[in-house]
């Protein structure tokens, strides 16, 4: 699973240089001029400060070391510092729409849309043919859910800058975010064209060959970026998640391990890795995952979701109850947390609060076959409301037919219903694809019902070599 909710947005931070060289250093005009980003970011706030204080400089080129000094801080992470220069630099050059978009750049990486998309606003009615703002506008636009707009914008960048390889890969997220994968593709192809070693374009084609289900694609295109770019961790990240999607696990944790070693504060990551220990068999490597998850980003509800998985593989089923709440909490709209929720409560014997759970993942989505099957299950063993437990099975074999697990349960209605013909056919129906205990036991019990008393007692007998107390167990299931 490559949780498509952690793509990269690249922003556009434009360096700018002015000024004389009179008597200051030759080194820190270069650390805090047009070769800038070519040093450290602590250097380079060490000569635009340097620069800044030593009081020879106004206008365009106070401007500009207070822009630079901003952009270094930004590297730094640290965005307050650096809007309080891209603020002196608006100051002392207010016409400058590199610097409104530079620091409307700064207002999105704090989470402030609204104020980024007023300074970008400001850049392009500065400049309006500031193709780096229309680019950063639109990924503003795809954060706050405004697709439409968002490919508006990448469009007038690209119309600007018909070479802008930037422009492209981002709108081929939009498109991807919209469901055209096709048209995404078309995208990072163009962006790889302009720029061969354009390794975000890379990772982010490798994205979309994931979820068109061509892993072997998708990994090619992680290769690459990993190739053009060593450290980039995301590419480690997805490319663990196309392993684990193909069932290789050493491969995924390995590229996980690889991922946290380049950004040990990646929430997500620590998330996958724990799924693929869980896959793994080993639900306490998978907790500890989970947990380290949670620590960094205590929101984030799919952490607590899986974390509920886990504690349930080992038996906790109140942790397992308690981490569903904590998701729904966050994401009052986690279908799963609250169809796995249901599966807990159904563990524990309250089938109250099993109905409740699998009534609101079905209200949330709809299409969920598991859901259907899970309350025709259980209002089937309970003897609860047996018609519309057909309705529920129906409903699952709508959307997945041909299910063996949900055509085992439906046989169990029918075997209730007294539609021993049905049940039989049914069950019969399960044991083309698999010889299960229940399905023999099952149909044993409706053949005798129907008159059938010898096939009954052979598939019976078939039941109880399967499984010795499958009677004890039906029973249970309020089937003599």
């Given at each position: 699973m490559i949780l498509t909710e952690i793509k990269p947005v690249l922003v556009s931070l434009v360096l700018l240089t002015s000024g004389t060289l009179s008597a200051l250093s030759q080194t820190q005009l270069e650390l805090c001029g047009e070769n800038a980003k070519l040093y450290a970011a602590d250097r380079r706030v060490d000569a635009s400060t340097a620069l800044i204080e030593s009081g020879r400089w106004s206008g365009a080129g106070l401007t500009s070391f207070f822009h630079n000094r901003g952009l270094a801080w930004q590297a730094k992470g640290n965005f307050d510092r650096a809007l309080a220069d891209y603020d002196r630099a608006i100051q002392s050059g207010p016409n400058n729409a590199i610097v409104y978009n530079n620091r409307g750049n700064a207002w999105a990486d704090k989470g402030n849309l609204d104020r980024a998309l007023a300074d970008y606003d400001k850049a392009i009615q500065i400049d309006p043919n500031y193709a780096n703002a229309y680019s950063d506008r639109g990924n503003t636009w795809k954060a706050k859910g405004n697709i439409d707009r968002a490919l508006a914008d990448f469009d007038k960048a690209i119309q600007l800058n018909p070479d802008f390889a930037l422009a492209y890969s981002n709108r081929g997220i939009a498109w991807a975010d919209k469901g055209n994968l096709d048209r995404a593709m078309v995208d990072y192809d163009k962006a790889i064209q302009l720029n061969p070693n354009f390794a975000l374009a890379y990772n982010n084609r490798g994205l979309a060959w994931a979820d068109k289900?061509?892993?072997?694609?998708?990994?090619?295109?992680?290769?690459?970026?990993?190739?053009?770019?060593?450290n980039y961790a995301l590419a480690y990240n997805n490319r663990g998640a196309a392993w684990a999607d193909k069932k290789n696990l050493d491969r995924a944790l390995a590229d996980y391990d690889k991922a946290i070693q380049l950004n040990p504060n990646d929430a997500g990551t620590y998330r996958r890795r724990g799924i693929a220990w869980q896959m793994k068999g080993s639900p306490d490597h998978a907790l500890a995952d989970y947990d380290k998850a949670?620590?960094?980003?205590?929101?984030e509800a799919p952490a607590y979701y899986v974390r509920g998985l886990a504690w349930a593989d080992k038996g906790n089923l109140d942790r397992a109850i308690a981490d569903y709440d904590k998701a729904i909490q966050i994401n009052p709209n986690l279908a799963l947390a609250y169809y796995k929720r249901g599966f807990a409560w159904e563990a524990k014997g309250n089938l109250d609060r099993t109905l409740a759970d699998y009534d609101k993942a079905i209200q949330l989505n709809p299409n969920n076959a598991d859901a259907y099957n899970s309350r025709c299950w259980s209002r089937a063993t309970a003897g609860r409301d047996l018609p519309q437990a057909l309705n529920d099975c129906n409903a699952s074999l709508r959307i997945r037919p041909q299910d063996a697990d949900t055509l085992d349960s439906r046989g169990l209605v029918q075997l209730k219903l007294g539609g021993y013909d049905k049940a039989i056919a049914d069950y019969t129906a399960v044991l083309t694809t698999k010889a299960t205990a229940g399905a023999f036991y099952g149909?044993?019990?409706?053949?005798?019902?129907?008159?059938?008393?010898?096939?009954?007692?052979?598939?019976?007998?078939?039941?109880?070599?399967i499984q010795a107390d499958i009677a004890q167990v039906y029973s249970g299931r309020g089937v003599q």
């Open positions: 289900k061509n892993l072997d694609r998708a990994l090619v295109d992680y290769d690459k970026a990993i190739q053009i770019d060593p949670i620590q960094l980003n205590p929101n149909r044993g019990i409706a053949k005798r019902r129907s008159g059938d008393k010898a096939g009954g007692d052979a598939d019976v007998a078939r039941a109880k070599a």
